[in-house]
């Protein structure tokens, strides 16, 4: 379709007289994610009706984006960078894999605290939505008092109840690296040892797997990322809402220092080659169109004040006390947080 389109102007254009290169057929953005939202594929083919410009995208995680982008060095492709995760934004800003955008857009639509450091010429990446990292449980055997702090969970009367992804994941490095600023290395150390104590099983899958094994009763308590359980609650997948009934939720440490958030967020790459696209990709996720894509699409809160929530989902979550740790503290503590993990042997 998009072709004979092409095909179309070309011929229009010879009759005319004009010249092709101004076609927008020639504007491309590669695109780097880790991203994979089945509902951002909306997000992205909305950009390309509004501006012409193509997306090409790479697929990986945050770590195969990290891997593939100084392995390419000078020579990569990438024009724009979309990572999950807060502490690896922050070691991507630090590795120099991105270059500053100076925009008033950005700046004015999104929160300081939700962006990269500031390098004179503009901040180095802005974060685009937020998640929480909540527990979740079995309201049959579990009081919610019991697992309403995170220091909770290493409590003994959670013994053999608990399940989690891997600790060296990302959305758990972030969380970890947080409560290491809370707690202290000491403490941090007993709690993470009382974690591996209290494990129902050995770690293992994602987080829609935790809340799927605490329905389906392998473990009784749970770390996810709000966003999943979100999903199941919406889910038109026989069965799903029926997992989501089953648990409690609670959003810890509303007492005191607020529920752990992370933030997803994108850069301009360091070597693009195509700046101006990119900026205007990083601008386009910033607008109230894209915001409405990551809360209603993908479950997120949206990070630009007034945008326009329709999801029940987000709606039965209601308001929270969120954690204030800044993002370039969660990102240095997580070397310490790893160390930290092989010495109690949190897989
Ligand atoms: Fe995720």
């Not at 951002?40 to 410009?53: M, R, S, V």
């Not at 109840?161 to 007993?190: I, Q």
Request: overall charge positive; aromatic content about 8%.
């Amino acid at each position: 379709m998009r072709r004979l389109f092409h095909l179309r102007l070309a011929a229009l254009a010879l009759v005319a007289g004009l010249s092709l290169p101004a076609l927008a057929q020639d504007k491309v953005l590669n695109l780097y994610s880790a991203r994979h939202y089945q509902t951002d594929e909306a997000l992205y083919d909305n950009f390309t009706k509004q501006t012409g410009i193509r997306i090409n995208r790479v697929d990986s995680d945050d770590a195969g984006i990290f891997n593939r982008l100084k392995s390419e060095g000078a020579a990569s492709p990438a024009d724009v960078v979309l990572l999950v995760d807060a502490a690896r934004l922050w070691r991507a800003e630090n590795e120099g894999l991105f270059q500053p955008v100076r925009s008033a857009v950005l700046e004015e639509r999104i929160p300081a605290q939700l962006r990269g450091k500031d390098s004179g010429e503009g901040p180095f990446w802005f974060g685009f939505s937020t998640r929480a990292r909540i527990v979740v449980y079995d309201k049959a055997s579990v009081a919610k008092a019991d697992v309403d702090q995170y220091e909770k969970l290493a409590l003994p009367v959670n013994k053999g109840r608990l399940c989690t992804r891997s600790g060296s994941h990302p959305y758990n490095l972030s969380l970890f690296g947080a409560m290491l600023e809370h707690l202290g290395p000491e403490k941090t150390e007993t709690w993470l040892k009382g974690l591996v104590t209290n494990m129902a099983r050995d770690p293992k899958g994602g987080d829609t797997d935790q809340i799927k094994a605490v329905a389906s009763g392998e473990c009784a308590v749970a770390l996810t990322n709000s966003y999943y359980l979100a999903r199941l609650m919406r889910s038109t997948v026989p069965g799903e809402r029926e997992v989501a009934e089953r648990v409690g939720v609670v959003f810890p440490n509303q007492a005191d220092h607020g529920t752990h958030v992370n933030v997803a967020g994108g850069a301009v790459a360091r070597h693009a080659k195509n700046r101006e696209a990119a900026v205007k990709f990083l601008e386009y996720l910033s607008s109230p169109e894209a915001q409405g894509y990551f809360a209603n699409g993908n479950n997120e809160w949206p990070v630009v004040a007034g945008t326009k929530l329709n999801n029940r989902a987000l709606d039965a979550f209601g308001s929270f006390k969120r954690e204030t740790v800044p993002i370039s503290v969660i990102g240095m503590n997580q070397v310490k947080v790893q160390q930290i993990l092989d010495r109690v042997g949190y897989k």
